[in-house]
């Protein structure tokens, strides 16, 4: 799965594999803060009031599609 933040192309997956969930705001402000550091990959950690479950994944720049 795909997004773009800061004209960069973040690709991210989920452990359970759940290509339907996306990333929150709190994931997107928290990858935002991480490239200002200069990181290029990390872990994402997302808890769903809904079940009661937190969800676990990783995201990483996708340079073969930033140009």
Known sequence: MFTK?????ISYTWEDGNEERELN?????R????LKE????GELCQYDNE?????YGWWKIDSK???
Do not use: R
Request: no cysteine; aromatic share 16%; net charge negative.
């Open 25 to 29: 705001d709190i994931d997107v402000e």
């Open 51 to 55: 079940v009661g479950e937190t969800h």
């Open 65 to 67: 599609w930033n140009y």
């Open 31 to 34: 990858i935002q803060e991480l």
């Open 5 to 9: 933040i800061y004209s960069h192309t």
């Open 38 to 41: 200069d990181y290029i990959t």
